[in-house]
């Protein structure tokens, strides 16, 4: 009986509700453990005049750059120092001095006790002062295809504007934490809470000058990442480690909350200039953009993160003109990293803005305009990139689900509303998404996976995927017990460990389940393959456990490494084009909203969700996947609002200060659905869920531009993302104004 596409229950779902799920810092302090913290930059931009560690370290180990073998790290470029070693503190949460005592209590004080006198310089904070200073990281990148300038020139209406949207902190529940115990001969083990322990490996032996076999890093599970430990994890891991090295004793690092909002990196806030060029049927005959990206103080995955929101540019419409560019600004500000989405979001939420602004400007339903764009199946079905769109399923979800949704009815009533209501006011809208998957780095996409079945016909099974909540462990034990022809409870996935599964890639990208899922059923095929060659020669085995012991006294193998390796990607980014993606999920979404005309407040009253992601391996795991991302997606284009000073100081930076959505700001009516259609080529016909539903979401702010669209006096209603109810007041404000003066 096949284990895949039935509802199995998380493998820790029991373990969480009892609270009985291990966590880094639920491990029990080790024999002569250390607490390890940081002192870190008060100011955005800084020079250390001058430092005295005299006194602190009276009271606890104290350690800075003199005392690393190397001190630059980053996922790409490896230019930012982990301790500050030149003078100048380029962000403010850059580490310093690290400090070590065995309470916390003396670590505080010593912190306290150290001496820093710093000269405050001008600091770079926004996109706009990067721009006119030219700070930038890397180079401008390009996607070009036709000409853009020429058929926007000719086009039979034209408009343009500056599309803003806000960053997002990832409020993951367990902060970033690592325990490292050192060993023989400069060994170490490090438990860390990491997307992607060979990362953390690989910068801890560079930093500390090891060989890389001699640091293994484990990872049990996460309390939540959302791209946030795909690269920062380095940091406290690396800070930890270098205490363990020069101490001989374990450590500890644990970020608190407000520590882990000041210092680590957010989702990049992007500030889009695009100028369309369309039809009067609302056909897009060219478009350029310009993607402006905060990538903070140093490069992290910025680059990355800037091309696949370049590759997401066009969303789901077919453009013959369009000419995307993207650039990557340096600011003074911690460097921006990995968010669930990648770019994506900001590229998806520029086209749909676009595309409800030609609506608008033609007094057209924007769902007609998304039909005449829609990417099709045998023609106009190429990106500006080259990839052709495979089992493009857009068309279908763009009718099936108006129908189930009964948009059209929905929007002559919002309308109805809005004339006759003077207290409130409705919005309605349907965005879609095509969101590519495959990490945009093509040597990044191989995974390979340890399967060892032991002589009671148990089965263990390694990969490079780390738990984060998303499920993978129970997806890939589904797929081993299905090639091997086993229950699933015969099946268990173990910890992740760089000693069993060597330079893997991060869980990130949606591909954790495509990648190491298709590693682990290679191994497991692998094996059944054997077995299956030993039943041909000795006769069939009455039971599972009859034919493991005969394979063993046959010595036939019981362990085997699979390895995957995904197909048809090739891409170039000098030329910009290529197959950068080996599949694309796709997904629709209708949403409506309430807005209350005197304060601004926001209500989601509905939302309807339709996506295609293949033969689900796990439907249950991916029904939360869907709603948990949407969710997550309907924080950022509604509450969740990073809020600075002049200096740079994050002002928003705990649960009292920073609003994700809370069960009140849930759609009233929520259904969330997909269509039956298999991926023929990934592993078990699926497609993954992690990153695509949360790029729903842009269908609320959508919503929400919609409803202003109906008070802005004849003009396209503008607005920045997030729509925070301070942002929605402030548009109704100034087209009240504008209505005034114009009567």
Known sequence: MSAVGKDVPHDSARGHVTGESIYVDDVPPLFGELVVDFVWSPYSKARIVSLDLS???????????????????????????????????????????????????????????????????????????????????????????????????????????????????????????????????????????????????????????????????????????????????????????????????????????????HVTGKRHAFQNRYRVGFTRSGEIVGMKVEFFSDGGAYADLSPAVMARAMTHAENSYYIANMDIRGTVCRTNTPPNTAFRGFGGPQGVATMENVVEEIAAFLKKDALDVRRVNCYGVETRNTTPYGEVVPNNTLPRLLTELPERCDYRARVDAVRAFNASSQTQLKGIALSTVKFGISFNTKFLNQANALVNIYLDGSVQVSTGATEMGQGVNTKIAQLVADELHIPYERVTVMITSTEKNNNTSASAASS???????????????????????????????????????????????????????????????????????????????????????????????????????????????????????????????????????????????????????????????????????????????????????????SIWCAVKNALQFVANGDIARLKLPATNEEILMRLTEYAKRGAAVA
């Open 55 to 261: 006194e602190a370290r009276k009271l606890a180990y104290v350690y800075t750059h003199e005392d690393l073998h190397h001190n630059r790290l980053g996922p790409i470029v490896a230019d930012e120092p982990l301790l500050v070693d030149d003078g100048l503190c380029t962000f403010r949460g850059q580490p310093i001095v690290v400090v070590a005592a065995e309470t916390r209590a003396a670590v505080d004080a010593a912190k306290r006790a150290v001496r820093i006198e710093f000269e405050e310089l001008k600091p770079i904070l926004t996109i706009d002062d990067a721009i006119a200073a030219q700070s930038f990281i890397g180079e401008t990148r390009y996607i070009r295809r036709g000409d853009a300038e020429a058929a926007i020139a000719s086009a039979e209406h034209v408009i343009e504007g500056v599309f803003f949207n806000q960053g997002q902190d990832h409020f993951y529940l367990e902060s970033q934490a690592a325990i490292v115990q050192p060993g023989e001969n400069g060994a170490m083990h490090v438990l860390s809470s990491t997307q992607h322990p060979t990362e953390v490996q690989e910068v801890i032996a560079h930093l500390l000058g090891l060989q890389m076999n001699q640091v293994v890093v484990t990872t049990k599970r996460m309390g939540g990442a959302f791209g946030g430990k795909e690269a920062q994890a380095t940091h406290p891991a690396t800070m930890a480690a270098l205490v363990s090295q020069k101490t001989k004793r374990p450590t500890r690092i644990v970020y608190d909350k407000d520590t882990d909002m």
């Open 512 to 698: 954790a389940a495509d990648l190491n899922g298709s590693a682990a059923a290679d191994g497991a095929r692998r094996i059944r393959e054997r077995l299956d060659e030993l039943e041909s020669r000795i006769g069939k085995q009455e039971t599972w456990e009859k034919l493991v012991k005969a394979a063993y006294h046959e010595r036939v193998s019981l362990g085997e490494r699979g390895f995957y390796a995904t197909p048809r990607l090739d891409w170039d980014w000098t030329s910009g084009q290529g197959t950068p993606f080996l599949y694309y999920t796709m997904g629709t979404a209708c949403s409506e909203v309430l807005i209350d005309r005197f304060t601004g407040d926001l209500k989601v009253l509905r939302s309807d969700v339709l996506m295609d992601i293949g033969k689900p391996i796990n439907p249950g795991i991916d029904r939360g996947q869907l709603v948990g991302a949407f969710i997550q997606g309907m924080g950022w284009v509604t509450t969740e609002d990073l809020r600075y000073d002049e200096k740079g100081v994050l002002l928003s930076h705990s649960p009292t200060t920073y609003k994700i959505p809370n069960i009140n700001d849930l759609p009233e009516v929520f259904n969330m659905d997909w269509i039956d259609v298999e991926n023929p080529i990934n592993v078990g016909g699926s497609k993954a869920v992690g990153e695509p539903p949360l790029l729903m979401a842009i």
